[in-house]
C-alpha cells in the first residue's frame, strides 16, 4: 500500500533524526567536531528529504506549500476510494506514478543511511549507534 510505505519512510527517517539528536548531544561534550559535523549534515539532508519530498514541513502547513508525496497518495487514495465508481484511466496512471514516486524516495532515503549514517555509525563506535530498520522487501 503506497500511504502505508510512504509513513514507513517518514517514520524511519523520523527515528533517525531523533537518534542523530542524541548522538549531537553527546558529541558536543566529547569535542570531537569532526563527527559532530557529519552528523549536523546528515540531519541536514534527511530534514530537507523529508521536508521537501516525503511531507510538507509542520509549522507551513499552509497553500503556498505545495503538497509532497503523502499529499499526494493520501488525496488520490481518497478519491479513488471513496468513489463508488471504478478508478478512472487517469487515476490509475496516478497511481502508477506515485507508486515509482514512492520507490525513489525510498531509494534516496536508503541512499542517505547508507552514506551519511553508516560513515557516523563507522566514527562513533563507542557510543550507542545509529539503529536504521532494515528495508522491508514489499511489492508495489
Not at 479513488?80 to 478508478?87: M, S, T
Not at 507508486?99 to 557510543?127: C, G, L, W
Request: proline share 5%.
Amino acid at each position: 500500500d503506497l500511504l502505508s510505505e510512504t509513513h514507513r519512510i517518514i517514520n524511519e527517517s523520523e527515528s533517525v533524526m531523533k537518534q542523530l539528536d542524541e548522538v549531537s548531544r553527546k558529541l558536543k561534550t566529547t569535542g570531537d567536531k569532526s563527527t559532530f559535523e557529519l552528523v549536523n549534515e546528515a540531519t541536514r539532508k534527511l530534514k530537507a528529504f523529508r521536508d521537501e519530498v516525503l511531507r510538507r514541513p509542520p509549522p507551513v502547513m499552509n497553500y503556498r506549500t505545495g503538497p509532497r508525496l503523502r499529499e499526494e497518495v493520501q488525496s488520490l487514495m481518497g478519491t479513488i476510494d471513496g468513489a463508488d465508481a471504478r478508478p478512472t484511466v487517469q487515476q490509475l496512471a496516478r497511481v502508477k506514478e506515485l507508486e515509482q514516486e514512492v520507490s525513489e524516495a525510498r531509494a534516496s532515503y536508503r541512499k542517505i543511511i547508507d552514506t551519511d549514517i553508516a560513515q557516523i555509525n563507522e566514527k562513533v563506535k563507542d557510543m550507542p549507534q545509529i539503529v536504521v530498520t532494515k528495508p522491508a522487501k514489499t511489492e508495489m
